[in-house]
């Protein structure tokens, strides 16, 4: 039959959409047409982890182990050092703007990781991300209709099409089903400290793919970064190790 809205949680998916799908992706492509791509992928990892672990704390009193706040730490630095070796671009005369813009959006992405929590609770993974998205791209294409009628839609090339395809389909689709599945599996603090990782995958895809090239202060930045990153998946694995060992207290005896 057809997809059905998991009852009662109509209006929570069409917020996680909007915050999560339609402002998130609005503000980032934004930053972006304002700011060079290197700083997004710097900013936005480690900026997400900052934003959702704070939030965690109002909202679920979530205790960030020692040595994630250690990972937090060295990420964060090593982002700094990737930062502030990148040249002035007098391309992006508001790179400013698009940095504050990047920090924002990364704001949204904490407030939709900890919203994602409690709707898988309910619906999965799967659902979650179809309703989210489905709602997101509604609201995103109500604000593009303007545009989009004003486009010659059949003088557009063949790659910008499969770019297109490749976006929806891959990082978006795709990466958020995953992302979200390891929000349920591992928590919502754990999944977005291993956005650590984006940075050094964008530099080494543009790399091998694009033929860039970065400066040894970049490389230290993106060496730091990785350091993080592994602290963070090692403080994931003794939690989690922690948690399996400790004793279950108030259970009666059938």
């Known amino acids: 039959g057809r997809p059905r809205v998991p009852a009662g949680m109509g209006r929570r998916l069409f917020i996680g959409g909007l915050v999560g799908v339609a402002i998130y992706n609005g503000i980032f492509f934004f930053a972006l047409s304002l700011a060079p791509a290197i700083d997004g992928a710097a900013i936005m990892p480690v900026t997400s982890p900052i934003a959702t672990a704070a ?8 205790r960030p182990r020692p040595l994630r706040i250690l990972a937090l730490a060295i990420g964060v630095t090593g982002a700094a050092i990737y930062l502030w070796a990148v040249p002035p671009d ?39 991300t ?17 545009q989009a009628l004003a486009t010659d839609w059949a003088a557009q090339p063949l790659d910008l099409w499969l770019e297109v395809a490749y976006l929806g389909i891959v ?16 928590g919502p603090t754990t999944a977005v400290v291993l956005m650590f990782l984006i940075p050094i995958v964008g530099i080494l895809g543009a790399t091998i793919i694009l033929g860039d090239r970065i400066g040894p202060l970049q490389l230290l930045g993106s060496a730091t ?30």
């Open 55 to 62: 939030m965690a704390l109002l909202v679920s009193r979530e």
């Open 171 to 186: 990082p978006t689709a795709l990466g958020y089903a995953l992302y979200y599945r390891g929000v349920r599996d591992v």
């Open 90 to 128: 007098p391309a992006h005369p508001q790179r400013l703007l698009g940095d504050l813009l990047f920090l924002c959006s990364a704001s949204l992405w904490g407030v939709y990781t900890l919203m994602g929590r409690s709707l898988m609770a309910a619906a999965g993974p799967t659902r979650v």
């Open 225 to 254: 970064m990785a350091v993080g990153a592994f602290l963070a998946i090692l403080s994931t694995s003794s939690g989690s190790r922690a948690a399996r060992a400790r004793p279950s207290h108030g259970r009666g005896v059938g």
């Open 130 to 146: 179809a309703w989210t998205m489905a709602s997101g791209a509604l609201v995103l294409a109500i604000v593009a209709l303007p």
